[in-house]
């Protein structure tokens, strides 16, 4: 079955930039969607269709994604981008069902 | 304004059954595709299942199949999931999200998401 592998947690400093990226077979294949999850919310799409911004996120936010690997960056960090992160996609086993990845903590120092 | 809103969250024993229910609002309930997910505490978020705009395309994570039911009521803007058999690995808070296209064949975002209704699975 098809695994997405995000890195468990990354730090970044205020106003540097942070790479988080999203691990597959063949990821350039598929479309990926990113999802932003701040402690006790619920989660917010940042970016889909692998670079697209839904109206209302800052274009600090940015994704691409080729060969195996999705990449979602934050170019500018903030301490309010402190969240964890995930990559989904849609991928077929015995039905086209949804996956997340497991998710990369974004710490803010 | 977009608005999903879980109910139907409880504390319920293993082998019982639950009910959720997502009211929509501020957006055509009736032409969307509309999700649940979850996400048992401290973990990751997991897909639950997905129905399209019409309810004619349904589909199940292979863990919920045969045990949960999702359905929709368009004329009273409503998302359901019967949950059956709980096991106490259903222990999570469930979200209602609602897909950006009308149907759940176009690998399409799930673009907004309710607060989540808790299901606690204990004996």
């Known amino acids: 079955s098809y695994v997405l592998t995000q890195t468990p947690s990354i730090s970044v400093a205020p106003g540097e930039t942070a790479r988080i990226t999203c691990g597959g077979n063949?990821?350039?294949?598929?479309?990926v969607h990113w999802y932003q999850q701040k402690a006790g919310q619920a989660p917010v799409l940042v970016v889909f269709?692998?670079?697209d911004r839904p109206s209302g996120i800052p274009d600090r936010f940015s994704g691409s994604n080729s060969g195996n690997t999705a990449t979602l960056t934050i170019s500018g960090v903030e301490a309010g981008d402190e969240a964890d992160y995930y990559c989904?996609?849609?991928?077929?086993?015995?039905?086209?069902?949804?996956?997340f990845g497991g998710g990369t903590k974004l710490t803010v120092l | 304004e977009v608005r999903l809103v879980e109910s139907g969250g409880a504390l319920e024993q293993p082998g019982r059954s639950l009910r959720l229910s997502c009211a929509a609002s501020?957006?055509?309930?009736?032409?969307?595709?509309m999700h649940w997910v979850r996400q048992a505490p401290g973990k990751g978020l997991e897909w639950v299942s997905g129905?399209?705009?019409?309810?004619?395309?349904?589909r199940y994570a292979d863990f919920v199949k045969g045990r949960f039911a999702v359905s929709r009521d368009n004329a009273k803007n409503s998302l359901f999931l019967e949950m059956n058999s709980l096991r106490v690995e259903d222990t999570a808070l469930y979200y209602c999200?609602?897909?950006?296209?009308?149907?759940?064949?176009?690998?399409?975002?799930?673009?907004?998401w309710g607060q989540g209704a808790l299901v606690t699975v204990s004996s």
């Open positions: 999200a609602k897909d950006k296209r009308s149907s759940i064949d176009y690998d399409s975002p799930l673009e907004y």
């Open positions: 501020g957006f055509s309930f009736g032409d969307y595709a």
């Open positions: 129905i399209s705009w019409n309810s004619g395309s349904i």
């Open positions: 063949n990821m350039g294949s598929k479309p």
């Open positions: 269709y692998d670079s």
């Open positions: 989904q996609v849609w991928v077929t086993s015995s039905d086209r069902i949804v996956l």
